[in-house]
């Protein structure tokens, strides 16, 4: 099972890249309430039925691994927010693209921790293909109130070619900067 | 460490630029490619892109190329990692946490030696298209 919030994160943004998106956002907001997280994309959709099945864990589309009848990146995610009182939603539109939202409650004890934030980022980021990736990121906890915005379009600019081990190292560097400036007053 | 600017992460690659010019890179193309599926991820493969990338940049070895890929097949010995060194077999390895990541890069990069107890060959039967 995933331990932190941003590995259910990263699987269920490889379902918006798998689905064909050029254009996805992501945004984590994390306040005394809640931990809130919105996944929208461009990709090829679903019509009603596939919603359903998508919540599955024994159905997949079969196109990645014929033969084949698990996907476990959504359940798993759904499980982890029932477990702690959370809450969940997936919208989308056949040709449009989907939306997917879900929420802990900040003090819940079955709550997972939060995980890696720059390095979820630096894997999302650093997926094969020519697609954009905004973040928003929003901190408001403690005496830290602020944000950050990153396109994958703009560090891909930077330093080219996102799999190169020198660009990823530089990559991580800069990512990380950016959360540890939101996070700096955040009381411990 | 204070924020970044992209301005900052420019200059920093052009600095590191200069230094990769000067490095011999002729004949060394070193992919390191890592099960990033919803096994892969629950096995913990976020800690050894992690590690690979600290000891790459520790042993200052250029030209590695790192990707993800889904998941191999071999969910039960998630982390899996699949290695291509010039002059080496192209190598599968399972049960890659940490601090194996570490000795493949010290070991099967840096020292041409296979990191023994992690080896699978190849993926999965139902994986392979043949």
């Given at each position: 099972?995933?331990?932190?919030?941003?590995?259910f994160i990263l699987d269920c943004l490889q379902n918006s890249i798998e689905a064909g998106a050029s254009e996805i956002g992501l945004l984590i907001d994390e306040n005394p309430e809640l931990i809130s997280v919105r996944i929208r994309d461009n990709g090829i959709g679903m019509t009603d039925e596939e919603l359903k099945r998508a919540v599955d864990p024994f159905y997949t589309d079969g196109l990645k691994h014929s033969g084949r009848k698990v996907g476990l990146g959504l359940p798993f995610m759904i499980q982890a927010v029932q477990l702690a009182e959370g809450d969940w939603s997936l919208d989308s539109e056949k040709g449009r693209g989907t939306e997917l939202c879900f929420s802990f409650k900040s003090e819940h004890v079955d709550t997972p921790p939060m995980g890696d934030i720059s390095g979820m980022l630096l894997q999302a980021f650093m997926f094969d293909g020519n697609?954009?990736?905004?973040?928003?990121?929003?901190?408001?906890?403690g005496k830290a109130n602020d944000s950050y915005i990153l396109k994958r379009?703009?560090?891909?600019?930077?330093?080219?070619?996102?799999?190169d081990a020198d660009s990823l190292i530089m990559a991580r560097?800069?990512?990380?900067?950016?959360?540890?400036?939101?996070?700096s007053n955040e009381d411990v | 460490m204070a924020k970044m600017?992209?301005?900052?992460?420019?200059?920093?690659?052009?600095?590191?630029?200069g230094e990769l010019d000067k490095r011999d890179t002729e004949g060394k193309d070193i992919h390191i490619i890592i099960g990033m599926g919803t096994c892969g991820i629950a096995a913990g493969a976020k800690d050894s892109l992690d590690a690979f990338l600290d000891e790459i940049e520790k042993h200052k070895i250029?030209?590695?190329?790192?990707?993800?890929t889904g998941c191999m097949g071999l969910c039960y010995v998630e982390p899996t990692v699949e290695v291509k060194v010039p002059g080496m077999p192209d190598?599968?390895?399972g049960n890659v946490d940490a601090k194996t990541a570490r000795d493949i890069v010290s070991e099967h990069i840096v020292n041409g030696k296979l990191v023994d107890k992690?080896?699978?060959?190849?993926?999965?039967?139902?994986?392979v298209k043949e």
């Open positions: 099972m995933h331990a932190a919030v941003c590995d697609f954009e990736l905004e973040f928003e990121r929003r901190l408001r906890k379009s703009e560090i891909v600019g930077v330093l080219g070619d996102l799999n560097q800069f990512l990380k900067s950016q959360e540890e400036d939101v996070s | 600017t992209l301005e900052d992460l420019r200059t920093l690659r052009e600095s590191k630029k250029d030209n590695v190329t790192v990707k993800q190598t599968i390895y992690h080896i699978f060959d190849r993926p999965a039967k139902d994986i």
